[in-house]
């Protein structure tokens, strides 16, 4: 079936580490995309790509970082530059933008 | 820029009733798309339902449907038969047709509580 994967579900991560999050789709879409969801905040943009070697900042990019060599994956580095990185994490893509988003089943990432 | 907003942080209602959620957004666009997706506890994000802003008739998917209101900037979900498992977060979102194109711009949620 195709669907995006997110992984690992959960992460911890000591203060001052750099740690990446996987995502990888199989539906072949060209666009991918990271938010960041806060309790009371709803979803906010980090980063997004809409085609490979290529990507744009979102409005919170600041502390995170981005790669996009293949189509088919779009790992989020979190640098020990972000602030306060504890969040759930969504990645998302799509082909056709009328149709919305389709969404991994997200990372939830703990500083300890 | 453009901003949705959701006024109802937390609404609940009885099971096989019906349940209406606001929102609104601002924009100087003219066409546009409007979705509502559904966070249940598993945290999946899942597509309810769609609206292209050129198409003046209201969007229905069974039991939901919305009340597209162009003029006022206004994008309500009506859940009608409410059932246990319509208890999640819904998020109404906004995407334009041009300038960043493809970027979901979401409001904060509103938690919906369907009781037995």
């Known amino acids: 079936d195709g669907g995006i994967t997110q992984s690992p579900k959960y992460l911890f991560r000591k203060e001052g580490q750099n740690v990446t999050l996987s995502c990888e789709q199989n539906?072949?879409?060209?666009?991918m995309y990271w938010y960041r969801q806060d309790p009371g905040q709803g979803l906010r943009l980090i980063y997004y790509?809409?085609?490979?070697?290529?990507?744009q900042k979102g409005d919170i990019a600041e502390g995170y970082s981005v790669s996009r060599e293949k189509k088919e994956s779009f790992p989020l580095t979190v640098t020990s530059a972000q602030k306060n990185p504890t969040a759930f994490y969504l990645c998302?893509?799509?082909?056709?933008?009328?149709?919305?988003?389709?969404f991994g089943s997200g990372t939830r990432l703990t500083v300890v | 820029a453009q901003t949705v907003t959701q006024s109802q942080p937390e609404m609940s209602v009885q099971e096989a009733e019906t349940v209406t959620l606001s929102c609104t957004y601002d924009?100087?666009?003219?066409?546009?798309?409007l979705f509502w997706y559904k966070q249940p506890p598993s945290r999946q994000m899942i597509l309810v339902i769609r609206q292209e802003a050129y198409k003046q008739q209201n969007a229905t998917e069974n039991r939901f449907s919305v009340n597209f209101q162009k003029a006022a900037k206004s994008f309500s979900l009506k859940i009608s038969d409410s059932q246990l498992g319509d208890t999640a977060m819904y998020f109404c979102?906004?995407?334009?047709?041009?300038?960043?194109?493809?970027?979901?711009?979401f409001g904060k949620g509103t938690k919906l509580s369907v009781k037995p």
């Open positions: 790509s809409q085609i490979v070697n290529d990507f």
């Open positions: 539906l072949n879409h060209d666009a």
């Open positions: 979102a906004f995407m334009n047709y041009g300038g960043s194109q493809g970027n979901l711009i």
């Open positions: 998302a893509s799509t082909q056709a933008y009328n149709y919305g988003y389709t």
């Open positions: 924009t100087s666009e003219n066409n546009y798309y």
